[in-house]
């Protein structure tokens, strides 16, 4: 980690490099965690993959199809809840499942008169992931709006929420690392994983700046995702997702990508396409994480709107076969 933040010449480096090799022979000099073998990758269903279903057709997709786990979104959690289900029936609707991590926590650099929202919305969220017997909460950098981030660059005023836009970046790791200490303990007091992932549109958005983040709370219970659009979009490379410390990483989001021209991603056009059917080099990025010695979960969010409006079954059970002939 400490040779991740020496230098972003080393970076320039690493994204120079035109021997794809790298990763693959790499991979065979490091083993996986002791105890752990290839064949204890798991491939997990993301709630995305069929954004407008219900939580329980999420769930009958995962079971059927024979995915190891689901990533679960706590906005269809809280839908059926409304519904007129009680807490107790939704775990008991969620026992038989893997739950690895529901999400997510937003705005996580969130101060001044925005911070007792934040507790108030992860205190909701952490119980909610205990209630049902998940391990973790996915929490994100903000400002999720796009908009806003926008304006910001283009010296506009930002109507409603700006986050850390416009202060120094020791300022902005000063206030997200104080909130990620304080975050990881509450987690920590239910037994739960924090693992946070930095929008490409954002500040703090390479990982670079995640590892330094990870290092400064200090947290065991606090981890990265590695999300492929995102480390693109922000202009990581999968030599630099190599270079991280299998251990800091919770779980991986395998999903592709528009070819990105440079400025701020739009994740909602940059997204809209089939994984497996972009720009990215899936099994590039793959073969970048397997280098590590990671051995864990690997999800699937997808944006791409035409899937989203096809036979969710289809779209699940295409998706998990990719994930296999990729991961396993």
């Known amino acids: ?115 007792a929202a934040l507790m108030q919305d992860a205190a909701a969220l952490f119980h909610l992931a205990k209630l049902t017997g998940a391990k973790g909460v996915q929490a994100i950098t903000g400002p999720v709006s796009l908009a806003a981030v926008r304006a910001h660059a283009d010296g506009q005023p930002v109507d409603g929420y700006r986050g850390t836009l416009g202060l120094t970046r020791d300022e902005q790791i000063r206030i997200t690392t104080a909130n990620l200490v304080r975050l990881s303990d509450m987690a920590a007091e239910k037994g739960l994983i924090l693992y946070f992932e930095a929008l490409a549109w954002c500040p703090l958005n390479r990982i670079v700046d995640q590892l330094e983040l990870l290092d400064r709370a200090g947290r065991p219970n606090l981890k990265m995702v590695v999300d492929f659009w995102h480390c693109y979009a922000s202009g990581d490379t999968p030599e630099d997702v190599a270079r991280i410390d299998r251990d800091l990483i919770y779980g991986i989001h395998l999903c592709d990508s528009h070819p990105h021209p440079g400025g701020l991603p739009d994740e909602g056009v940059l997204r809209d396409v089939p994984t497996g059917k ?43 076969t990719l994930f296999e002939d990729l991961v396993l």
């Not at 839908?79 to 609707?93: D, N, Q, T, V």
């Not at 590590?292 to 289809?314: A, I, K, P």
């Open 278 to 320: 972009g720009a990215l080099n899936l099994r590039e990025w793959v073969d970048a994480v397997k280098s590590t010695g990671y051995v864990g979960w690997w999800s699937g969010e997808l944006f791409c709107r035409r899937q989203h409006q096809d036979d969710s079954f289809r779209v699940a059970a295409e998706m998990k």
């Open 1 to 115: 980690m400490r040779e991740l933040r020496q230098s972003a010449s080393v970076f320039g480096v690493l994204r120079n490099c035109r021997q794809r090799a790298w990763a693959r022979d790499l991979a065979d000099t490091l083993q996986p965690e002791a105890g752990m073998t290839a064949s204890d990758q798991q491939i997990i269903l993301h709630s995305l993959i069929a954004r407008d279903a219900t939580m329980t057709m999420d769930l009958k997709l995962a079971r059927d199809l024979g995915y190891d786990g689901i990533e679960l979104s706590a906005a269809k959690m809280r839908a059926f809840l409304a519904g007129g289900w009680s807490e107790a029936e939704l775990a008991e609707r969620l026992r038989p499942f893997n739950i690895p991590g529901i999400g997510f926590l937003l705005d996580i650099e969130r101060n001044g008169a925005d911070h």
